[in-house]
């Protein structure tokens, strides 16, 4: 397994921003889908965003659209989650994660969010809080 450490996190005020990093030893063809999960206390982990390496289609959850980009950095094998305009749900430990898209029966792949099934590898994670 790849490893993948993040980093960035931190505590912010409400409605600041956060960039987030995750070094991986290398992108691959075998693994390509990249993403970015969080998990808050008493709660399941849910997926926040997907990157699929080799075709750069981005995948967002609902509640983040519009304020969360996820980026890729090829040079520097980093993984990226720049996070705008932070709201009160958006705490917790931001994982980063590797794995395997699905593939429709029309051969298109698209990476899942979710609770992360289809990821087989993951960080160790960066804790986020945001404060009032």
């Known amino acids: 397994a790849r490893p993948l450490v993040e980093s960035g996190g931190g505590s912010v005020q409400l409605g600041g921003s956060l960039r987030l990093a995750c070094s991986v030893s290398?992108?691959?063809?075998?693994?390509?889908?990249m993403g970015w999960f969080r998990q808050a206390p008493g709660k399941e982990r849910e997926g926040v965003a997907a990157f699929l390496h080799g075709y750069g289609s981005t995948y967002y959850a609902d509640d983040v659209k519009g304020r969360f980009t996820i980026s890729q950095d090829l040079p520097t094998n980093t993984l990226y989650l720049q996070m705008n305009s932070l709201k009160p749900e958006d705490p917790g430990m931001y994982y980063c994660?590797?794995?395997?898209?699905?593939?429709?029966?029309?051969?298109?792949?698209?990476?899942?969010?979710?609770?992360?099934?289809?990821?087989?590898?993951w960080g160790q994670g960066t804790q986020v809080t945001v404060s009032s």
């Open positions: 290398e992108f691959t063809n075998r693994s390509p889908c």
């Open positions: 994660a590797s794995g395997i898209p699905l593939e429709s029966l029309s051969r298109s792949f698209w990476c899942t969010l979710g609770r992360g099934h289809e990821y087989s590898s």
